[in-house]
């Protein structure tokens, strides 16, 4: 194989490969957009059903950040007489499930209905 020839297909399968990249990017920013609607679309509100469904130890953290209206895991914790540890475990759980939000401000994550 000739040294021209031979730069000619390396030449063409950089392009394939720039091009099938270009194509996961793409299917990639999608995919993100996708799940990111995905998750607002399930976000459900604190109401008494909500409530009355959910484990005791759930249902007092998310009546101690529904008081509060915003609160850290420490606040929440105070609350409910437990630990701050174990408050934070519950309180992403609700976020995962999509009944509370969280937002950090700093160094300190706020929790909020």
């Not at 929440?76 to 992403?92: G, I, K």
């Amino acid at each position: 194989m000739e040294e021209a020839e031979f730069r000619e297909r390396l030449i063409k399968l950089l392009e394939n490969i720039s091009l099938k990249l270009e194509r996961l990017e793409n299917a990639f920013k999608t995919s993100i957009k996708s799940s990111s609607q995905t998750q607002k679309e399930n976000k459900t509100p604190l109401d008494v059903d909500v409530l009355l469904s959910l484990p005791d130890h759930l249902r007092q953290t998310a009546m101690a950040v529904s008081t509060r209206g915003s609160a850290t895991a420490e606040e929440v914790a105070s609350d409910t007489s437990r630990t701050r540890a174990a408050e934070s475990d519950y309180l992403n759980q609700l976020v995962k499930m999509g009944y509370i939000s969280k937002r950090r401000k700093g160094r300190t994550v706020y929790f909020y209905v």
